[in-house]
């Protein structure tokens, strides 16, 4: 269980299901992310704040650390690779960057146009981006926090039960000063909440 | 023991779709995908050719590929490990998704039959020919950090290139990297897997929408024996043979289905 003391953190919020959020962590400041209920993901970019055309790189991620999952020590490379945070504090062991995030579009094609009327990660991240003057093409391959993607030696790729407990957490402690942008994953038609959202809950610890 | 509610019926009823199509995704599907291209097979006719060119080790290329045609990459060494983004020409916000691909098509091993998906739901290319079946949807290309195996990278050939593109570096996708065997161990460990690659190689990706291309002609990071600069990879590009009513690229599942069909809703 992590030493950090919730009383002594300088941020401390809970984000409603279906959500986004958005704050600055200074460098060497620790963001700690809390799955309250359990199976709940949470999909994450990254930019450095003093050029956001430098961000998250899933790719330059996976190289650097020659494995498809991010866990305790993985660096989360930028797209100049360059390490924005690294995962410090890990509950859970296994988190995804392969399978982006969910949106209308990629809904109505993988369960039926019924569903692109559904509130999705991507609309999350638009707006959320719109604050920073950014747009659609600042997503990019996203991190899942508390999502199971395994991907087997054949190369089948499924989004899975969660493994995360209630009250599961993952700590990052920044490299340099980041945006975080992060959507309460709103998804209802596969796995990776449970088939209902719950909320989360953001702390930061100053350095 | 949980309660019968409205809302844990729905769940359960979105769960059962979700197996269901899973089941699907990963047992017909797959069994319905083409075999691999055989070597030396599927000769383009002459009068189909629109282009022909090679790229140098370590450099790129960029170009516009027209809806129904297709871009031929030839691994003339089997040495060659290219790297791949596509944009919409209409709109370049549209962009390949590779999350979205391996996550609809349900698996990251992607070869013929399957296809390259946008970020909008529609398909960009079809893996309509491949005789090499081991491409890295995962890693990417080479990058700027490290001990470069080249003068130029990937990194740095994408940047020039969406620069001549009209585009910067924040258009840059994660990338496709094509005749490059990556394996994923149960522990997330990847490996190089030899013998997966071949002299003559080619894979044939047609554009189903009309599409800007970056290549990068550069090595795999992973590949254990990075070939020297000077090895090209030859491009044919040519109009689109027509295959009937057995198009390789449609015999997958209800997903791909709809993606087709969002996809031709921009040409009705």
Known sequence: MSRRDPQLAIYDQVIAAGQPWSRVAKCGQVLRIVDSEGQQAVDALFYCADDVAERYSAQDTLRQQRNAYIGLGTRLMSSEGRAMLTVIGDSCGRHDTSAGCCSCESNAVRFGEPTKYQHACRENFLLELAKHGMGKRDIVANVNFFMNVPIDPVGHFTVVDGISQPGGYVELRAEMDVLCVLSNCPQINNPCNGFNPTPIRVLIWGS | ?268
């Open chain 2, 1 to 268: 023991m949980a309660i019968a509610t409205p809302a844990n019926a729905a769940a359960e009823a979105n769960r059962r779709r979700y197996e269901a199509l899973r089941a699907a995704g990963q047992g017909a599907t797959l069994a319905a995908l083409p075999p691999k291209t055989a070597p030396g097979s599927a000769p383009i006719p002459p009068q189909c050719v629109i282009a022909e060119d090679e790229v140098p080790g370590g450099w790129y290329q960029t170009m516009r590929l027209g809806r129904g045609e297709v871009l031929r990459l030839i691994d003339v060494t089997g040495t060659a490990t290219p790297a791949l983004i596509a944009w919409r020409e209409d709109d370049p916000s549209e962009r390949m998704n590779l999350a979205d691909t391996v996550k609809v098509q349900w698996t990251a091993a992607l070869q013929r039959g399957h296809v390259v998906l946008s970020d909008m739901g529609r398909v960009m290319l079809s893996v309509v020919e491949d005789t090499c079946g081991a491409h890295d949807a995962l890693v990417g290309g080479s990058v700027a950090f490290g001990e470069p195996p080249l003068p130029r990278n990937t990194r740095a050939n994408f940047i020039a290139a969406v620069g001549k593109l009209g585009l910067d570096r924040r258009d840059i996708p994660a990338a496709l990297s094509l005749f490059a065997p990556i394996n994923v161990g149960a522990d997330g460990h990847f490996t190089w897997r030899d013998g997966a690659k071949a002299k003559g190689d080619f894979v044939d990706l047609r554009a189903e929408m009309t599409l800007l291309l970056a290549i990068s002609n550069c090595p795999h990071p992973f590949q254990p024996v990075a070939p020297d600069a000077a090895r090209p990879l030859k491009f044919v590009r040519y109009r689109a043979q027509d295959y009937g009513g057995d198009d390789p690229c449609r015999r997958t599942g209800a997903e791909i289905g709809r993606a087709f069909a969002f996809t031709n809703r921009l040409f009705a």
